[in-house]
């Protein structure tokens, strides 16, 4: 008898004790992000900073919380797998610049808006989702982060990554996805990426 | 007994407080993960939807035209309108548009048996259209917190499993698909603002007023919301199918709401 309220004890014990690390580790995500939120804020409303430095300094912010990399290669689908090495590392490094400067380009925009979690999805193990509202006065704009956790640690990045943001439901990723294969449908990897370097 | 408790209470709070200190631990490892498996891990993610586009010819041209008619119409007739007129005055501009609208929002959300969503739709219409001075001030969202819902025939169709059909480029008013561009129609009976006489009393009556109407709307919503074009046309790489990818994402989220 004794051995079944064991065995009782033992899972339930088991259960709470999964419930309570996931439960921990979104919030612990929510708090970071809005920590890092907050530090954008801050530079954002440092009136010293001139507009280059304010930009640069919120991309530094910003980037150990970001997986450009990954968003890189996601964004060509399968055509990645069919590069060389030299263009790969090439097609990485011309997206990471493009999506920095996209962020700064849109982060100008930024005035007296605030950054409320309203829910946190986790459907995998290794994958939630932010789903924020960014309010303004007038308006209100959902924006979901979605991050994923690498299975081993990539250096100067957080644990958790974000590697899409959807927009009112405009994924930035598979936005990309689509140009590109679109592009590439009638011209080559070295064109798009021509494309690409003239964009920043 | 006693003991096995105590034993999961230490686990418990042992490795919850391992597990809180995750993000702020050092980076101790260096690994670059360019493994294919892990981007395999998110193929079904990041699967896009094929868009029907039997127009891409006659779309393209039309995506030249607009993003032109942006440049060297829109934008500096919408910059010497915003230069005129305070910004407030543009905002009951836009209000005011919008709660005219309130007969679409109203009836397309009962369609799609969205009934709460009509009631706060009516409260704000009349809240909006009293208080709120034929609708040139908004007290329903500021004041009393309720927000609106919009919804338009094209979504009710979608909400009923139909399709969008082949995406269409407007002129002037930019990406839509067969259903969307379908449904301006139905709706047309139910706005103030239209383009023929009707038996009931209506703001415009002639496709002349129609038009004047809709182009002040126009430039009124671009002086309110400048550079937004803008700022996401800077990362299209071809951009007729950026923003059709764009519009037809956008529909089908708000048909998902």
């Not at chain 2, 042992?14 to 101790?28: R, V, Y």
Request: proline letters at 3%.
């Amino acid at each position: 008898m004794r051995s079944i309220y064991k065995v009782f004890f033992l899972l339930l014990g088991m259960f709470f004790f999964t419930q309570g690390l996931i439960a921990d580790e979104q919030t612990e995500l929510k708090k970071h992000f809005l920590s890092k939120i907050d530090e954008v804020i801050l530079i954002v409303e440092d009136k010293k900073l001139l507009k280059d430095e304010r930009n640069a300094n919120i991309v530094k912010t910003l980037t150990p919380m970001f997986d450009f990399k990954l968003m890189a290669k996601l964004s060509l689908g399968n055509r990645w797998k069919e590069l060389s090495q030299a263009d790969k590392d090439k097609f990485v490094e011309l997206y990471v610049h493009r999506m920095k400067q996209s962020y700064s380009s849109k982060i100008d925009a930024y005035k007296d808006e605030k950054v409320e979690v309203k829910e946190i999805q986790q459907p995998k193990e290794d994958r939630i989702a932010l789903i924020t509202d960014l309010i303004s006065k007038q308006d209100k704009l959902e924006i979901v982060y979605k991050f994923h956790k690498p299975k081993k640690q990539l250096e100067s990045k957080d644990n958790w990554l974000v590697y899409d943001v959807e927009i009112l439901g405009v994924s930035i990723l598979k936005t990309d996805i689509a140009q590109f294969k679109e592009f590439l449908q009638t011209k080559t990897i070295t064109a798009l990426m021509d494309a690409l370097s003239k964009q920043s | 007994m006693r003991i096995i408790l105590v034993v999961f209470a230490m686990l418990l709070l042992g490795l919850s407080g391992c597990s809180s200190k995750n993000i702020e631990e050092p980076k101790e490892t260096s690994i670059e993960h360019t493994q294919d498996s892990e981007l395999d891990s998110f193929s079904d993610e990041m699967e896009v939807k094929e868009i029907y586009d039997p127009l891409s010819g006659y779309n393209r041209v039309m995506t030249s035209f607009n993003d032109g008619a942006y440049d060297y119409v829109l934008k500096p007739v919408s910059t010497g309108y915003s230069n005129l007129f305070h910004v407030e005055i543009r905002r009951s501009v836009d209000n005011f548009f919008n709660n005219i609208y309130f007969p679409i929002r109203f009836v397309n959300n009962i369609l799609q048996g969205k009934f709460y969503y009509s009631m706060q739709e009516s409260e704000r219409f009349v809240i909006n259209t009293t208080i709120g001075l034929v609708g040139l001030f908004d007290p329903a969202k500021s004041y009393f917190e309720i927000e609106a819902h919009k919804e338009d025939f094209g979504q009710t169709l979608g909400f009923y499993g139909v399709g969008g059909g082949p995406h269409i480029v407007l002129p002037l008013l930019g990406p839509s698909n067969l259903r969307d561009f379908a449904s301006m129609y139905p709706d047309s009976f139910l706005t103030f603002i239209d383009y023929d006489e009707r038996s009931y009393w209506t703001l415009t009556d002639t496709p002349a007023e129609y038009i004047g109407a809709k182009s002040f709307e126009y430039i009124n919503y671009i002086s309110l919301n400048k550079d937004r074009y803008e700022k996401m046309r800077e990362d299209a790489v071809d951009l007729y199918p950026y923003l059709r990818d764009i519009y037809e994402q956008r529909r089908d989220k708000q048909i998902k709401e």
